[in-house]
């Protein structure tokens, strides 16, 4: 397998599956890239003193180690040389095609690193060229569902604005949410879990409707008002009334890119254990609020590795954790 760099999209999900307890030989599956990748990655980017991976610092550590082995060899970026980029990337063809077809048929020579960055500074711009890359959907009919989709939440603000410290795990109160599905498509269970703590609140079987979802999320997390900062949902259509959450719980509300669930791994993670005791394809008509209490006591009480073995009770309710 030819070696290839990481995208940053790549290292979010390096870092969301580690943080929720995946191996390196499972992220490697994951995300499609040779386990060797994953460990070589980590072993050069994670903190020395903590040993925690963070995906953005990486991604800058690598980014200007590349930038400076290319601005050398590298064509500037005229006018011209970005139409051409444009034309391509819209086309479909990856960063590495785009530089080779502009080696082989202008003489052009610009890296694919250049390619890769041009296109990065034009999303944090709010452009959409990062659609067409294959390292964030898969096939260009999907990026274009995506679009039309992420448009019909209002309101609905980016993972991308979401303050860093999130991203850190250093305090209680940043809180995923997603729903399970019963058989048949019929029925739904929310669950929201702290990323800090690994806590999670599970609610019993409702529907999909925007309206019960929010019903739920707020008797889940009205109890614990004083400590919620933030929640992240995926982009489904049940999260719509975000705002009202927002407004009753006194906290902002994000949603990831679409088809990017890795940007919630632990609520993925979590809701594969409730999976232990709610199989796929179960039907929600018999499950009780007792039963669900259970699952919710046995996850809560459940010392975690990454905890240095402590339960999500004990940690969440310490009230903050070292950082």
Known sequence: MSYKH??????????????????????????????????????????KINKRYTAKKADQVSSDKRMYASQKSNLKMTKKVKNYIVKYIEEDYSPEQVSATLRLKYQINISLVRIYQYVEQDRILGGELYTHLRFYHTGHRRAKYGEKYKGKIKDRVSISQRPDIVDDKTRIGD?????????????????IVDRASMFVKISIPTSKKASDIERETLKLLTPFKDKIHTITSDNGFEFSNHKNISQVLDCE??????????????????NGLVRQYIPKGTSFENIT???????????????????????????????????
């Open 6 to 47: 990481l995208t940053l999209d790549e290292r979010y999900q390096i870092q969301a599956y580690k943080e929720a307890g995946f191996s390196k030989s499972e992220i490697s599956k994951k995300i499609s890239v040779h386990p060797s990748t994953i460990g070589r990655e980590l072993k050069r980017n994670s903190s």
């Open 175 to 191: 809180f995923e949410t997603d729903t399970i599905v019963g058989a048949n498509q019929k029925g739904a269970i929310t669950t």
């Open 253 to 270: 509300y994000y949603f990831c890119h679409p088809y990017s669930s890795w940007e919630r791994g632990l609520n993925e993670y979590t």
């Open 289 to 323: 609020p007792q039963y669900i209490q259970m699952i919710e006591d046995k996850l809560n009480n459940r010392p975690r590795k990454s905890l240095d073995w402590k339960t999500p009770n004990e940690v969440f309710y310490a009230e903050k954790i070292a950082a």
